[in-house]
């Protein structure tokens, strides 16, 4: 059994069994999964279990990754129109929670009219309410939206005030923030609705 464990250190604290699931799953089948740790504290660590060695061996390879957490609050954004903008994005997205960072794609042809998109949030909840706006149209395109495997690792932008409920402050420090530009109000948008057929 032991060759067929990991122990991950440095986790938030508000990592659940789910989060770390989808994340370790991309390694493997998951038996079992402990959280272990004091409570309080702002890191906790735990142990994952896979179904054979080679599994435990591959997951070995996301060693230093950023924290689990943070993977679960992303998510992973596919037939994004090409001329989005990040703050369009976080406005769109800000009726699932608090945003955090958003990052954008880029094209790898001139002409391409659709790209790639992460968006972070604040809560797991907004993350996985966000993954439910999937084929809803915007800017003309039917976007999807998937769980992310990956948290946003270069500069995103990071909204500090997006929601009705949210209060202004200070952007997180653990992320190349970007500010918004208070001259740019981005435009208010519908409640995202589906693509025709869909």
């Known amino acids: 059994m032991a060759d067929r464990t990991i122990y991950i250190g440095n986790v938030a604290s508000d990592a659940d069994e789910y989060t770390l699931r989808s994340i370790f799953e991309t390694c493997g089948q998951v038996t079992q999964i402990r959280i272990a740790g004091k409570k309080g504290l702002n890191t ?14 591959s997951a070995l390879a996301m060693n230093g ?24 994005l976080a406005e769109y997205f800000s009726a ?26 604040r809560s797991q909840h907004a993350a996985r309410t966000a993954r439910e706006y999937d084929q809803t149209m915007l800017q003309g395109s039917a976007i999807r939206v998937r769980s992310s495997k ?10 500090p005030r997006l ?24 435009p208010t948008l519908p409640h995202p609705h589906k693509g025709p057929g869909t």
């Open 163 to 186: 929601t009705p409920n949210s209060s202004p402050g200070r952007p997180s420090q653990s992320l190349h923030n970007l500010p918004l530009d208070p001259s740019h109000s981005p």
């Open 44 to 57: 906790v660590y735990c142990f994952v279990e896979f179904a054979d060695a080679s599994q435990a061996y």
């Open 65 to 88: 990754l950023p924290d689990p957490s943070r993977v679960g609050r992303t998510v992973y954004l596919e037939n994004v129109a090409a001329d989005i903008d990040e703050q369009v």
């Open 150 to 159: 990956t948290a946003i690792h270069t500069n995103g932008l990071a909204p």
């Open 96 to 121: 699932c929670g608090d945003v955090v960072a958003v990052r954008l794609g880029e094209k790898t042809v001139p002409q391409q009219l659709t790209i790639k998109a992460w968006i972070e949030f």
